[in-house]
């Protein structure tokens, strides 16, 4: 009896996220360990004034979405080169864009060029993410966890302050 089960082709071990900040776009590519834990590969990070157009001009300036769209087709070829399809992408902005006059048509532009619709961080998400790293931080830093730990995240229109006590 033959098996007649067609074969499939396993999906790359390495995943991207690319995410749209106040002031650059980041790439990070990694891998998942046996515990589910992201471990990074490649990260590449490229400024871009977001924040500066927008606090300016109350928009995102037509230089500036080029720029996005240029980094972006530049991520997604170092994505070519790993092997990573589209389809383990995730794509992340800053809840800075929220504020620009243009933002659907910056999003948009990113969707068309990354084949891959962003995502928002809102402000509860991004705090929870500073949240994660900090705890990660002493986690891997024993003497920190241990006594008092002040975190600040410093963001282009908030700030956020978290405060640990023997690491809680």
Do not use: C
Request: net charge positive; hydrophobic share 40%.
């Amino acid at each position: 009896m033959s098996d007649t089960t067609p074969a499939t082709t396993a999906p790359p071990p390495e995943h991207a996220v690319i995410y749209v900040g106040a002031a650059s776009v980041s790439l990070v590519i990694g891998r998942q360990d046996d515990k589910g834990q992201f471990n990074p590969v490649e990260s590449l990070d490229r400024p871009l004034p977001v924040a500066r157009d927008i606090f300016r001009t109350s928009s995102i300036s037509r230089a500036t979405v080029d720029q996005a769209a240029a980094i972006l087709r530049d991520y997604l070829q170092t994505m070519r080169e790993y092997g990573i399809p589209s389809s383990q992408l995730r794509l992340f902005t800053s809840n800075i864009l929220s504020e620009a006059s243009n933002h659907e048509i910056f999003l948009n532009r990113l969707q068309v060029h990354s084949g891959v619709a962003p995502s928002l961080i809102d402000d509860g998400n991004m705090t929870r993410l500073v949240y994660q790293i900090a705890q990660r931080l002493l986690l891997k830093n024993p003497m920190l966890a241990k006594g008092s730990t002040f975190v600040s995240h410093i963001g282009p229109g908030n700030t956020r302050a978290i405060y640990f006590q023997q690491g809680r």
